[in-house]
Structures are given as structure tokens and as C-alpha cells.
């Protein structure tokens, strides 16, 4: 048999295996999509959880349509304020002012609006802006990604772009399955992100992240990563709707930075590792543990502005604070990259229970 009839035997052997698996893959994330349209078409209750470096937000709500919705904002388990979306209207009060640092001095300062605003806000008036209401579309940053942790009732409102965007960013999404000998790693399986009860008709669907940059990319955009390599992002479906969405990003656990610190790996991923932890990464990797529970899918909503309101300008709630002001009313409630638990890497996030 010639070099060159043997060559092209194993060409099609290769694409033989290969062909079913990258149609498996395509239907997963087809799959996984289309649940996605299908729930954010419907109205629905809502409960999210973002948990770093020790600071949990909640956003508890739920919505009409795109363009109605009502939200309550937790922090560390207490009720902080609640706000309502209703076409171009923001409603907004606040329950707890003293769990925002600088809360009253942006009061004083006039960062709020007008005092008459600002003091409603301290009695935990609803305070009303009839152009407030946030964007459809998320703003998203130089690096293309989504911002979170500044205000998890935002956050919450566009979970499905921040979903969509991390399917792109990922490898390919997976349909979990035990049997999967090249995917399915027990040892990188977490107590946070729970095999699927598939008795009750539920799939579980992965994101895998993207392989880390290769020694060779030095000196090129390419050699940063990002966000994504360090995700493990998992949708719970059943019947063609999304019933939850799980996410960790913690680069100190990723499976081969563990190699490289054991010696089993390259030793470039250890200099890797130290690079992102001081804060080298293609954008600012923010260490979390993210779930948004659905709810009551599919029955009725009525969001209704409240009655009493002091009108206002409630343009702070879209944005950071102005140049040389005052602290927005969610100061605090975020967190940086790559905050230390006395050892040297980040703080690991908490383990919240599974539902």
C-alpha cells in the first residue's frame, strides 16, 4: 500500500470519528439556545445569586416582558432596595440606605438629584424617572465582554445576553453525560454546579472553556486570557426551558494550573497563573459564583407603577458615579479581580447550597 493511499485512509477514518462528534456538538448548542428563546419569551419569577469575595447580592423579582419587571436587591441577606421597569419609567426605593457606604453624603453632595429627591430616598420613598429605565442591550466593555457585580438587579435583567455571550466565548457547549470519556472529568466535577436528576426529565448542558494560551502566543493579545478560560458555566433543561443557570470563575482551580503546581504540566502555566493574579489578563477577571433560578415560568405578571412617587433623575442607577462626586448607591456591593485570602490567591467563593 502506498504513503499516499495510507494517508488518505487515515484522512477518512479521522473524519469518520470527527463528523458525529462535531454534529453532537452543533445539536447541543442548538438545543441549549433554543431553550433559551423560549424562556426569555415568557413571563416568569426569578431568583440570582452572585457571591465574591465574601459579599453576596441577590436580585429577587419578576417580569412582564422586556420591557416590565419589578426586582428586590439583597445584600449579605438583607433587603436593600427595590426597583420597578415599566416601559421607560424607573421606580425606585431604597429600604436600608445604611448598607451603602456613602449613601447620605451623596445625598448632601447633590450626586442624587435634588435634596427634595434625595430625602424621599432616605425615608424610603419611591422616587420615579420616566427615562430611566436601563437599556435593552447591555453595555459591554472595549475587551467585549459583559460587566457584572455593580448592581445585581441589572445583572439580572440581562442574563440571557450574558448567557449568549458565553456560549460564543466558549469552547463548545456540552450535553453532560457520564459515559463521555474525553469530556467528562470527575475530578473537576464541584459540589456547587450538581449532576442533573435526570429521573425528573432534566439535562444538564456545559460550556467548556476555551483552551489556556500557548507558550508560543508570547507577545500577542492572544497570550492574555480572559474571563472565559477560567468559567464553568452550566445550564439545568427540561421540556425545552431553562430551569437554572450555574456559574463559577476561579482561575486558581483550573485543572491545569493544579497540573503544573503537582509537576505534572508545563511550568509556563505557573507563570501564567502568577501573571493573572496580579491582575495581566486580556480584561479584569472578577472571582464568582453566579446562579439565576426561573420560576413560575409561563404564568401571569402585571407590573404595575407605583401610585405615589416623588418624581426625580434616577440616571445613577445606569451608571458609576461622576467625576469628583460621590459614591453611586451601589458602591461596595461589587469586587475586584483578584482580592487574596492571606495566601497568596484569591479568596475562593463561597459554596452556596444547591438547589
Given at each position: 500500500m502506498?504513503r ?10 479521522v473524519?469518520?470519528?470527527a463528523a458525529?462528534a ?7 448548542a442548538?438545543?441549549?439556545?433554543a431553550a433559551l428563546?423560549?424562556t426569555?419569551?415568557q413571563?416568569r ?8 469575595q465574601?459579599i453576596?447580592?441577590e436580585?429577587?423579582?419578576?417580569v412582564?416582558?422586556?420591557?416590565r419587571?419589578?426586582t ?5 441577606g438583607?433587603d436593600?432596595a ?7 419609567a ?6 436600608n440606605?445604611d448598607?451603602?457606604p456613602?449613601f447620605r453624603?451623596?445625598?448632601e ?5 435634588s435634596?427634595?429627591?434625595g430625602?424621599a430616598?432616605?425615608?424610603g420613598?419611591w422616587v420615579?424617572d420616566y427615562?430611566a429605565?436601563?437599556p435593552?442591550l447591555?453595555t459591554?466593555?472595549d475587551?467585549g465582554?459583559?460587566?457584572v457585580?455593580?448592581?445585581p438587579?441589572?445583572?439580572a435583567?440581562?442574563i ?5 455571550r458565553a456560549?460564543?466565548e ?8 457520564k ?15 450538581p449532576?442533573p436528576e ?5 439535562k444538564r448542558y456545559d460550556?467548556?472553556?476555551p483552551?489556556?494560551p500557548?507558550?508560543s502566543q508570547?507577545g500577542t493579545?492572544s497570550?492574555l ?6 468559567r464553568?458555566?452550566?445550564?439545568y433543561v427540561?421540556?425545552g ?7 463559577l470563575?476561579?482561575?486558581?482551580r483550573?485543572p491545569d ?9 508545563p511550568?509556563?502555566h505557573?507563570?501564567l497563573l ?6 495581566k489578563?486580556r ?18 405578571v402585571?407590573?404595575?407603577l407605583?401610585l405615589?412617587a416623588?418624581?426625580g433623575n434616577?440616571?445613577f442607577f445606569?451608571?458609576g458615579?461622576?467625576?469628583?462626586g ?7 456591593a461589587?469586587?475586584t479581580?483578584?482580592?487574596?485570602d ?5 479568596a ?5 447550597t444547591s438547589?
Amino acid at each position: 500500500m502506498s504513503r499516499k493511499l495510507k494517508a488518505l485512509l487515515t484522512l477518512l477514518i479521522v473524519l469518520a470519528v470527527a463528523a458525529p462528534a462535531c454534529q453532537k456538538e452543533d445539536t447541543a448548542a442548538d438545543e441549549l439556545l433554543a431553550a433559551l428563546a423560549k424562556t426569555e419569551r415568557q413571563s416568569r419569577e426569578f431568583v440570582y445569586s452572585d457571591s465574591s469575595q465574601g459579599i453576596k447580592q441577590e436580585a429577587v423579582g419578576k417580569v412582564q416582558d422586556d420591557l416590565r419587571s419589578q426586582t428586590l436587591v439583597r445584600l449579605d441577606g438583607q433587603d436593600l432596595a427595590e426597583a420597578i421597569i415599566s416601559d421607560d419609567a424607573l421606580a425606585l426605593r431604597f429600604i436600608n440606605v445604611d448598607l451603602i457606604p456613602g449613601f447620605r453624603l451623596g445625598v448632601e453632595s447633590g450626586f442624587l438629584g435634588s435634596r427634595v429627591t434625595g430625602q424621599a430616598m432616605l425615608e424610603g420613598r419611591w422616587v420615579i424617572d420616566y427615562d430611566a429605565a436601563p437599556p435593552l442591550l447591555p453595555t459591554v466593555t472595549d475587551e467585549g465582554s459583559i460587566e457584572v457585580g455593580n448592581n445585581p438587579g441589572v445583572d439580572a435583567a440581562y442574563i440571557f445576553h450574558y448567557a449568549r455571550r458565553a456560549i460564543d466565548e466558549g469552547r463548545q457547549v456540552w450535553d453532560f453525560n457520564k459515559d463521555d470519556l474525553i469530556n467528562y472529568r470527575p475530578s473537576e466535577e464541584i459540589k456547587s454546579i450538581p449532576e442533573p436528576e435526570k429521573d425528573l426529565g432534566i439535562k444538564r448542558y456545559d460550556i467548556l472553556p476555551p483552551a489556556l494560551p500557548r507558550r508560543s502566543q508570547r507577545g500577542t493579545q492572544s497570550a492574555l486570557p480572559g474571563t472565559a478560560h477560567f468559567r464553568k458555566m452550566s445550564f439545568y433543561v427540561k421540556g425545552g426551558e431553562v430551569l437554572e443557570i450555574k456559574e463559577l470563575i476561579d482561575f486558581e482551580r483550573h485543572p491545569d494550573f493544579k497540573k503544573a503546581r503537582e509537576g505534572k504540566g508545563p511550568q509556563y502555566h505557573l507563570r501564567l497563573l502568577e501573571s493573572v493574579r496580579q491582575g495581566k489578563a486580556r480584561e479584569p477577571i472578577r472571582v464568582r459564583q453566579m446562579s439565576y433560578r426561573f420560576v413560575n415560568l409561563g404564568q401571569s405578571v402585571d407590573i404595575q407603577l407605583p401610585l405615589e412617587a416623588v418624581p426625580g433623575n434616577l440616571e445613577f442607577f445606569n451608571s458609576g458615579p461622576p467625576r469628583g462626586g460621590g459614591p453611586p448607591p451601589d458602591a461596595g456591593a461589587g469586587a475586584t479581580t483578584t482580592a487574596t485570602d492571606g495566601a497568596g490567591g484569591p479568596a475562593p467563593p463561597e459554596e452556596p447550597t444547591s438547589p
